[in-house]
């Protein structure tokens, strides 16, 4: 090859934005309409192209996560989900993607702004329902979204962080069938919690649950990193399931 010859392909960086929070008991996507071709008027994640050549990708993540959703970057931790470059998924031309996520509770209603025409938060099972028109290879970045969001609550004491400051363990296993996707069978789940030393400690008074009886009381505990594991049972095809003790 001649090397004096030789001149670097042309490729594009963009950042996409992997947002989830718990609404309504159900695990939500950010997304926004695009209001600019390509792909007008379809459901997409926020996320666009670096500004210049010397823009960091994580200040371009929260740059775009400000500009299109109105939500504030510093409030998040954003960390790299992957990065995705099939020649093709842009009609524009090559463009790399490289894709952050970040699991928050009690996030603000998005804002729309620059050249998303709305922004809402949307439940990921519609949004990676057949027949949901999302733009790109979307889809795609949000099922491994949602597959690292349901690791973490295995191995992390991120589901805390959506219960109030004292929660019960009713309410502990919600978040957990809200990510997950399954039923949890209570007495196993139980077992299961008390099982990992440090993921929560009892919180002293009690709180009636639904059927009028008091229910225990905790708050996270000291540990961040679960050992063992809560380990997530296998799902079916229909993602909704029932574990038995």
């Not at 001149?7 to 594009?12: A, D, K, R, Y």
């Not at 159900?26 to 926020?46: K, N, T």
């Not at 025409?117 to 519609?126: E, F, L, N, S």
Request: proline fraction near 9%; glycine fraction near 8%.
């Amino acid at each position: 090859m001649d090397i004096d010859a030789w001149e670097p392909p042309h490729v594009l960086l963009a950042v996409d934005l992997v947002i989830f929070t718990l609404r309504g008991g159900r695990l939500q996507v950010l997304l926004v309409q695009r209001g600019v071709a390509p792909f007008a008027g379809a459901m997409a994640l926020p996320g666009g192209f670096l500004n210049h050549a010397e823009e960091d990708l994580a200040a371009a993540a929260g740059r775009e996560l400000a500009e299109e959703a109105g939500l504030a970057a510093e409030e998040l931790h954003l960390e790299q989900l992957g990065v995705y470059g099939t020649p093709g998924r842009d009609p524009r031309g090559r463009v790399v993607s490289v894709a952050y996520l970040a699991i928050a509770p009690r996030l603000p209603e998005p804002v729309a702004g620059t050249d998303a025409a709305q922004a809402w938060w949307v439940p990921t099972d519609v949004a990676l329902a057949d027949g949901a028109a999302l733009a790109f290879d979307h889809r795609q970045i949000i099922t491994a979204g949602v597959e690292r969001a349901r690791t973490k609550l295995e191995f992390s004491a991120l589901a805390t962080a959506f219960c109030g400051a004292m929660f019960t363990i009713a309410e502990l296993q919600e978040v957990y069938e809200a990510v997950w996707g399954v039923r949890l069978d209570p007495r196993n789940f139980y077992r299961k919690v008390q099982s990992v030393d440090g993921f929560i400690v009892p919180a002293g008074p009690t709180r009636k649950n639904d059927n009028g009886r008091p229910a225990r009381l905790f708050r996270p505990g000291p540990r961040d990193t679960l050992h063992p594991p809560m380990t997530r049972p296998p799902a079916p095809a229909d993602n909704v399931r029932t574990e038995r003790a």
